[in-house]
């Protein structure tokens, strides 16, 4: 009984991050950066090393790879100093 509980609180507590779908999280994570860019927050090299992650990201969304565009999307994240939800 104690594993169901703390399989359902980490589930719970996987967030938006594992709630969305992958094409979904990829679409967000583009818009960030595209603001991002605009304003200076980021610069054209991280933006380009981003987007080519992303790329791969949705290449594996779109062969049904979900987790692996998940994971994709989070290492983006972590790697470029975005919070990972």
């Known amino acids: 009984m104690r594993f ?10 996987g967030g938006p991050a594992s709630a969305a779908s992958c094409g979904e999280r990829i679409t967000f994570v583009r818009s960030v950066i595209d603001k991002d860019l605009k304003t200076g927050f980021i610069g054209d090299t ?33 790697r470029h100093g975005y919070p990972v939800r």
């Open 46 to 78: 991280v933006y380009a090393a981003m987007s080519k992650d992303l790329d791969a990201a949705s290449n594996a969304c779109r062969s049904g790879e979900d987790a692996k565009a998940q994971l994709l999307v989070s290492s983006t994240q972590s």
């Open 4 to 13: 169901v509980l703390i399989a359902c609180c980490l589930l719970a507590l």
